[in-house]
């Protein structure tokens, strides 16, 4: 038997993927990535679940993992053709027999983001039996795509971390930031229970899943105190996999690849049970209360064209709950309101990658943002609602951001921090500016020639912006001078801003228990809701920290009420169920 190591490619959803595949002999040893531009978070996810999955049955022929299914085909498709390419034959496994899956349960929740962790986690730990359903085969729903960031606002978290500050910080200050960023559009009475909330929910996901906090490395001018924390790799891959671990080894269920077509009434027309299908597995769970948490609707809008707006949120938001829960009568509003962020690169058409963090550093470090004529047109430190309503009043809608050397090193640090890689940014680069992203380089000239910006005006931009920062004194936009800093050196680098949107922020209503609301405003039955799916809490305009912020308040009550509501619904209490036929689990 002889080693060796073929390679393989693959088109993934950012580009190319680039794997080896290590044989002894006719034996699959290991599949190893050595190129690729997904998203760390969920490429990580789904590329071991297909690697086990591939060495386990020895075959390419296995399935693809739901939620990633046209990459992780790609990949089994371009690894099995490698194989055959050099007359390598594996035997196929055998066909998955199909499996029923039987539950009765306490409280069922629809979703694995962070609103839905959070209400299983806290039903969890009020003494009752919890299993989460996931469409996708990985977890973390768009929580995934984000940072980890939260406000902690009355939280002992934020006590420890932020000392004399937190005391400046209150749920009424909270409310009143949100309030005044989103102009008035949010729902006083969501916006005050996840204000109300929020600190209660950080220090019970803390201590459940022995999660650490620190300081949110950006602490955003949206907010009138310091109260942004987050996980020291300030990621929200490390958290949404711990708290699924504590979750689990404190008794809890997920099952993956477990997609929600039908929701069950008894004979009152009560809602009791739910049929969820998956490739291989059909699960039919009983319950006391379901807590539906299942995201968003983004891809749903931009595969429909609803909005020109680039997207960047995960392609399975397709808003399914408004078809598996058409028989519940629910109430909704607001449906075209989405979280719009002016910090993003528009990566293939219609599809986007933000750099917010990275974008609102070097404004602080005295970048400038100009449009196509080379003209500068906001103030570079001002809250994001700023940038975005100037990008949106140019007319191509786009804005380019300008840096020196000093000013890209950190941009591009924190690049790589938040979802790029360097093989990703060096291939933008290399397309010279002929098409989006643009980001270019090199002396004023040519920087401004490849990017298609007039140079001859942003120039006469960076002259004046030069006589500003001498002056300390910015006549035109008012920024304020300690973000007036000099550019140093004769390279610079241009970088395309555009507008794009993960989140909705319309939904379903709710009252104060995060219990689901029919068209005549009436409670439904053993229905709760958190996350996404809940519009108004941050109106029209939600801060940063404020989407992963509500996920963890209204998961927090609602899998609050949902365990307060199974101790009186009797109606599954004949026996717990957890039976599995066919293939075994």
């Known amino acids: 038997m002889s080693k060796e190591t073929i390679k393989a490619k693959a088109d993934g959803r ?49 399935d693809a993992v739901s939620g990633a299914s046209l990459m992780t085909q790609a990949m089994l498709d371009s690894g099995k053709k490698a194989l055959e390419d050099k007359d390598i034959e594996l035997a196929k496994p055998e066909p998955k027999e199909h499996r029923e899956i039987h539950l009765n349960v306490d409280v069922a929740v629809i979703g694995s983001g962070m609103a839905g962790l959070m209400a299983a986690c806290r039903a969890l730990s009020m003494g009752k039996r919890v299993v989460v359903l996931e469409k996708n085969g990985y977890l973390g729903g768009a929580t995934i795509l984000n ?40 729902y006083p009475m969501l916006s005050n229970l996840l204000a109300n909330n929020i600190g209660r929910a950080v220090d019970f996901i803390t201590e459940f899943a ?22 020291p790799s300030e990621s929200s891959y490390e958290l949404i996999t711990k708290v699924a671990k504590a979750f689990e080894e404190k008794g809890g269920k997920i099952i993956l690849d477990a997609r929600v077509e039908k929701l069950n009434k008894n004979d009152t027309g009560v809602l009791t049970s739910l049929v969820a299908e998956g490739k291989n597995q059909t699960v039919n769970v009983k319950f006391k209360s379901l807590v539906l948490a299942a995201g968003g609707f983004g891809a749903k809008d931009y595969k429909e064209h609803t909005t020109d707006i680039p997207y960047y949120g995960p392609m399975t938001s397709n808003g399914d709950y ?48 100009v449009n196509k004529a080379g003209k500068r ?27 020196d050397q000093k000013m890209w090193d950190r941009f591009y640090e924190l690049m790589l921090k938040y979802g790029f890689n360097k093989d990703e940014v060096q291939g933008y ?53 300690k973000f007036l800093h000099a550019y140093e050196g004769d390279t610079y680098y241009i ?27 009436a409670p439904v039955a053993n229905f709760y809701a958190s996350g996404e799916i809940i519009g108004g809490a941050n109106g029209r305009d939600s801060i940063p920290s404020m989407m992963n912020s509500w996920s963890y308040a209204s998961g927090f009550v609602a ?13 599954g209490d004949e026996k717990p169920i957890d039976v599995t036929s066919g293939a075994s689990e």
């Not at 022995?210 to 996980?231: C, P």
């Not at 980001?439 to 004023?444: A, E, W």
């Not at 989140?503 to 689901?516: A, F, I, P, S, V």
Request: charged share 25%; net charge negative; hydrophobic share 35%.
């Open 210 to 231: 022995n999660l650490k906090y620190q300081k949110a490395e950006t602490q955003t001018v949206e907010h009138s105190v310091n109260r942004q924390i987050e996980m």
């Open 147 to 186: 940072g980890s960031n939260v406000v902690g606002t009355g939280s002992k978290v934020s006590a420890k971390l932020f000392g004399k500050t937190a005391k400046e910080d209150s749920p009424v200050l909270l409310v009143k930031d949100i309030t005044r960023e989103c102009k008035g559009t949010n």
């Open 377 to 403: 047109i906001v103030d570079e430190s001002a809250p994001y609602t700023h940038f975005r309503d100037a990008i949106a009043e140019q007319k191509d809608k786009v804005a380019y951001v300008v840096m």
């Open 429 to 481: 680069f290399d397309l010279n500016g002929k098409k989006s992203p643009v980001l270019v380089k090199g002396d004023l000239k040519t920087a401004a020639e490849k990017a298609g910006i007039d140079y001859a005006t942003l120039k006469e931009s960076l002259d004046n912006y030069e006589q500003d920062v001498k002056a300390k004194y910015d006549p035109e936009f008012g920024r304020d001078p």
């Open 14 to 62: 950012n580009g190319q993927i680039d794997f080896d595949i290590d044989l002894d002999g006719n034996h699959i040893d290991d599949v190893k990535v050595t190129k690729s531009a997904e998203t760390p978070a969920i490429f990580n996810q789904v590329f071991d679940k297909l690697k086990n999955s591939v060495i386990d049955n020895q075959s390419f022929d296995v």
């Open 559 to 571: 899998g609050t009420s949902a365990a307060d509501n199974a101790n009186y619904n009797h109606s």
């Open 322 to 369: 408004f078809n598996f829960a058409k028989n519940m009568n629910l109430v909704s509003r607001n449906l075209n309101w989405y979280k719009i962020y002016p910090h993003g690169l528009e990566v293939e058409p219609g599809i986007a990658k933000l750099t917010t963090y990275s974008t609102k550093e070097v404004g602080d470090m005295g970048a400038i943002f």
């Open 495 to 521: 970088i395309e801003q555009k507008l794009s949107f993960c989140t909705t922020l319309g939904g379903y209503e709710t009252n104060d228990q995060m219990q689901l609301l029919d068209t005549a405003m």
